[in-house]
């Protein structure tokens, strides 16, 4: 060990100001800039949640605060940008200000920087070149507060959940003692659980240092209570304030209710209108599709050791279930219990580590009984599977051409490509690049694509997950009528509300035993 | 391969060596086997090795588990030489173009045995060696730069999640009818386009990584260090037994007239 540090008592956060005037930033290759003409004071302490439509440019005034705009952008390019204006930080510009904002974004596999508990919350204090007995009593304070403390310090962060990793880049941010606490939307990812956890654990936070808060989220019933305060953003124009409304919360929300609804704001206490199905749905009816019969599911192959293969092991076990025309099936249970696994292997696309999946003759139509050995054409016109991720699935350089993908494939059904575009607003996007879409189009993009080769059976994972109320009430219309109209639904989903408003059965699988790896 | 690249619960003796003095003895030997093709200084060397192996916490079963191709390529490699090279002495098999004499057999297990002498050092190194400590080592003992050291330490990290990202987007793309069975051609296509979907999964994460560590402070000019890369007693005995190793091999040969200079010829 080297020199002990003479500095005692760590020195208490100083929560920072924010100063923005006249700011304005358009990122590089872009026409318009992401925001314009901004005003705003934040004082030192203040807890404040920024709502406003995609395209405002909140994710951009928070990278601006952590001041690490400007290098990179999230498409990789690096350019001339022009900013205009001022933003302060405690009255400096936050770029030459290292460690004095901490920023969470989404995703959390890239919020973990280093592959052991210890060291990952470490990092930011090596980097403000703290010294070394102090980074470890930093350590453990910080772990202490997100509610870590239990693990080892090398503990590796590959085995930790996705709220765990959120609260474990929480940490590495607490041990920099930063003024400012900068939030992008930290829960979309996660689990109704995981939401949680990360929510409490940052409340803790801060009542503990006393540092600013700006966060960005839809969900505003999560973060509502924790805020003293609500800043709408809209998108900048000459004339107009970036600043639509700004006050304490329950001021903003009935003051705004109306227009935040409109622009797809999760607010507190309201269920998006949904198209009610025609018929009720009574569950067993309709033709029976697909089963699974004692499945057991895995996403990993068989394992070679040496000269042996070893079969995986499965995450989820004696999985039984049905799939019927019209019919929903809602596959619900906690984080890690294979709902995913199961929904892949469904469709098709994972090979049943046990059990089997069959087709019945009216899904089949001569391809075979089993999913998994039909070729990929086959599979498409039977059974369309949404991933979670719309980009692993995009195939083009352009929305007209992933529609008529499916279609030109198939060598057929490209008149339903017209429909679909029109009833998923994608008509004005035809020539977009389907990269260069917001998260909403992203999401009605990739569900039109499947939908364009007609399958019987549509199979979605999480397709709720980080959309925007309006994306989210489109979304469960459109299926009500696709049910209605006889195609079998199955959702991997942790939205209760989505649930409901499809109706059908539930599955809920229950928590994986726990493996040794 | 990501729990692979983990050895947290690898407590040998030897992972507690700091990762340059294993790297430097682990340079040593096979330096000195690279000289010469002989079984003598080579079987002295693997005898060796193999009983240093419980000291880097791997048993046979781990070694064979990680350890196989390189192993199968020793045998695969001794096999074609012993048949192939230039005979000499009493000619033990005789299969018209095939022929295996004493001298070509010698030749044969001697590279097979330097194949595996050479090799094996590498899977015990990256047995007992973690990546953080070795980027530790490298950035405080060997004064490399840190913002390409542990730069090159995180995206190690996303090589994993790439990996598990390969398998969803070919998931991905099957859901959307792009066929990755079928002839030749077809699959060729379909992996250069999964791999145009993996890079640009790629590039956005990284770029998302890096947003992440220029926001903890990242980049700057002075950092101080958490673990302290150390030397200790245990260093001078890796080096010292590295030194012995290779000088054992070598003397033995010597003494026993087998030393073989590759370059020089026979």
Known sequence: ?517 | MRQELNLQANHALLARANPLSKFAAVFLVTAVLALSIDWVSASVALVFELLLFPLAGLTLALLWQRGWPLIIAAAVGGWSTSILAPDSGKTLIDVGLWTMSEGSLELGAGFMLRGLAIALPAVLLMSCTDPTDLADALAQKARLPHRFVLGTLAAMRLVGLLAEEWQTIGMARRARGVGSRGNALRRVKATLGQSFGLLVQAIRRASRLAVTMEARGFGGGTRTWARESTYSWLDAWVLGGGVLVAGTAFATALWAGTWNMVWLGS
């Open chain 1, 1 to 517: 060990m080297t020199a002990p540090s003479h500095h005692g008592a760590p020195a208490a956060v100083r929560p920072a100001a924010i100063s923005a005037r006249g700011w304005g930033w358009r990122h590089a290759g872009r026409a318009k800039p992401a925001v314009r003409a901004l005003d705003l004071d934040i004082q030192p302490g203040e807890r404040v949640l920024l709502l406003g439509p995609s395209g405002a440019g909140k994710s951009t005034l928070l990278h601006a605060l952590a001041g690490v705009l400007g290098d990179v952008n999230d498409d990789g390019e690096a350019g001339e940008s022009d900013e205009s204006g001022s933003l302060l930080v405690d009255s400096a510009s936050p770029r030459e200000q290292r460690g004095r904002a901490g920023l969470m974004q989404q995703d959390p596999e890239t919020q973990v920087v280093l592959s052991r508990v210890g060291d990952d919350v470490a990092f930011g204090a090596e980097n403000l070149a703290v010294p070394r007995d102090e980074i470890w009593t930093r350590v453990h304070e910080a772990l202490d507060d997100v509610g870590l403390s239990h693990l080892p310090l090398d503990h590796p962060t590959s085995a930790l959940s996705g709220g765990q990793k959120q609260r474990l880049a929480l940490a590495g941010i607490l041990a920099m003692r930063p003024g400012l606490i900068l939030l992008d939307e930290p829960t979309a990812n996660l689990d109704p659980a995981g939401v949680l956890e990360v929510r409490d654990a940052v409340a803790r936070c801060l009542d503990k240092t006393g540092a600013t808060l700006v966060v960005v989220e839809h969900r505003v019933s999560v973060w509502k209570d924790l805020v003293d305060r609500i800043v709408v953003l809209q998108p900048g124009s000459s004339t107009e304030s970036a600043v639509l409304l700004d006050g304490p919360p329950d001021q903003v929300l009935s003051e705004a209710r109306s227009m935040l609804i409109a622009a797809g704001v999760w607010v507190p206490g309201y269920v998006p209108e949904t198209r009610q199905r025609t018929e009720g749905p009574v569950p067993g009816t309709g033709d029976l599709l697909l089963a699974a019969e004692e499945l057991a599911v895995s996403r990993a192959r068989a394992r070679r050791k040496g000269f042996r293969k070893l079969p995986p092991v499965p995450v989820q076990q004696g999985i039984s279930a049905q799939v019927r025309a019209g019919q929903a099936l809602a596959i619900t249970g906690p984080n890690g219990a294979g709902k995913s696994t199961f929904a892949l292997t469904l469709a098709g696309l994972l090979e049943p580590v046990a059990g089997k999946v069959s087709a019945t003759l009216a899904l089949s139509r001569g391809a075979g009984i089993d999913p998994y050995r039909w070729k990929a054409e086959q599979l498409i016109e039977r059974v369309g599977t949404v991933f979670q991720e719309p980009e692993h699935q995009f195939v083009t350089g352009k929305v007209l051409d992933e529609l008529l993908f499916g279609p030109q494939h198939l060598g057929h059904g490209a008149e339903r490509v017209d429909e679909l575009l029109e009833r998923l607003r994608l008509t004005e996007l035809v020539d977009a690049n389907p990269y260069t879409l917001s998260g909403g189009e992203k999401r009605r993009l990739s569900v039109a694509t499947v939908l364009a080769a007609h399958p019987q059976v549509l199979v979605l994972d999480e397709p709720t997950f980080g959309q925007d109320a309006n994306t989210w009430a489109e979304l469960a219309s459109f299926l009500s009528e696709l049910l209605d109209s006889g195609t079998a639904v199955v959702s991997v989903t942790h939205d209760a509300e989505f649930t409901a408003a499809l109706g059908g059965t539930e599955l809920r699988m229950a928590a994986a035993p726990a493996v040794a790896s």
